[in-house]
């Protein structure tokens, strides 16, 4: 079942988004050569209860056994880290390097989440600074299909059409989702598949796209961390992910 929010929760969600959007603001500034990923999530997470949220990723049990509980406030994946990466005191980001940062915020019962894959120090390979803007390119590509009439399958299908056209892969293993009073509800959404398949989608709904793209090969491998995903070759990875919501018309998107 996929949860359509009324006004009220609606207006709850708009609230939490606005922590996202903000959060991502400051913690722009925090990204310096010479900063462990421990250390910047220590940061973002006194950012975010500075704004007003909870750290919903602190304690987060995906429910799969030999899976412990995530402890954190932010992932913070680097380089050919794709997502989920664990923030570790011994390693330290470099100028140049992706830092892609993902988090979910609660408040009020409703969790908004979003991610961002910064550059460290703003200026990287030509390369990479594709691989960049693709995969936010991907987000708007795939966002064109979400409004009434069109199914999950659609936004799916751009994506990854759009991603392949770019020489790129999308991650298969994970996927976008619905939220609202659970950080993942229904529906699943693929970076990849069908145009004209899946859910309709529906004025209310609340949805978080995120685009994750590799730069070589599609294949993943996770680290004995049992969270950390790197890619299989060795590629870089870039992730943009926000949560937006299905209008009569265009969706509006809440954490920007
Ligand atoms: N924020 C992630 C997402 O986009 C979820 C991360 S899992 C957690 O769905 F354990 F880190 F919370
Ligand atoms: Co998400």
Redesign the pocket.
Known sequence: MISIKNEKEIKLMEDVCKIVAKFYELLEKEIKPGISTFELDRRAEKIMRDLGGIP??IG?D?GIKGVPP?KHAT?ISVNDEVI?GVPIKNKIIKEGDLVSV???ILKNGFNG?A?RTFICGGKTSKDAQRLVDVTKAAFYEGIKYAKPGNRIGDISHAIGEFVRANGYSVVQEFEG?GIGRE??EAPEIPNYGKAGKGPRIEPGMTL?I?PMVIQGKHNILELDDG?TIVTEDGSLAAHY?NTILITENEPKILTI
């Open positions: 919903a990723q987060y995906p995530y992932c989920h993902d988090t979910v989440d991610a989702h950080m993942h978080a995120e969270w992910e």
